[in-house]
């Protein structure tokens, strides 16, 4: 008499690893600068638009920290590989635009830049999720990124924290407001724009160190 299998959710706890923790650090920091951005536009203390923008930087952190832990004991797992761009997309794809639509870049083309940005961010995942496979199996391990990797969108973040930090936000963001057919566009989000253009690029190569 065989013995019962265990609960799949059991299965799926003990495929959990200590770098996987750090992961979810990474998902909550991201969801923690959502909740801050929302907060600001109920609030308008610039406190909570900088403390959500803080939380960028601390994501990256958590992103950086799970990787090399991942590699110091060798438990990099198709599991860790998923949540990372889960947490990614949140952290460094939702949360960047939230930011971005409290500080006051939400008119309408400002939201359909931004919802262009974070599907940019979407698609940089995914396809750095399957072509990693194959780049892996042949040299080993992935040498290159194809496209400015979506962390690199705490830049942006850094610029909205600067703006909130001098009180440039709402009507008197940087550079202004244009009327365009249809809604309003701030230059500012263009900066969005080229990030996730940038991070879709498949002629961009940069070297994985």
């Not at 997309?89 to 971005?100: D, E, K, M, R, Y």
């Not at 040299?139 to 909205?160: D, N, R």
Request: charged residues 15%.
């Amino acid at each position: 008499m065989t013995a019962p299998s265990a609960p799949r959710h059991f299965s799926m706890i003990r495929g959990f690893h200590l770098a996987d923790v750090f992961t979810l650090g990474n998902a909550a920091c991201g969801v923690a600068g959502v909740l801050m951005a929302m907060r600001f536009l109920a609030s308008r203390d610039a406190g909570d638009l900088l403390l959500a923008a803080a939380f960028a930087p601390a994501a990256f952190l958590f992103d950086v920290l799970d990787g090399r832990i991942a590699r110091w004991r060798h438990t990099s797992s198709p599991l860790g590989r998923e949540l990372d761009s889960l947490a990614d997309v949140i952290s460094f794809g939702v949360a960047p635009a939230a930011l971005a639509y409290a500080a006051g870049m939400n008119g309408l083309w400002d939201a359909v830049i931004l919802v262009y940005f974070v599907c940019c961010g979407v698609s940089r995942l995914a396809r750095y999720n399957v072509t990693a496979e194959a780049m892996s199996a042949d040299a080993g391990k992935v040498t290159y990124f194809e496209g400015t990797p979506i962390p690199t969108s705490v830049l942006l973040t850094a610029v909205v924290a600067w703006a909130a930090w001098q009180g440039r936000v709402g009507p008197d963001l940087y550079f202004g407001a244009w009327s365009l057919p249809g809604g309003t566009l701030h230059p500012l989000v263009l900066l969005f724009a080229l990030s996730g253009t940038l991070m879709v690029s498949k002629t961009l190569r940069i070297p994985k160190l």
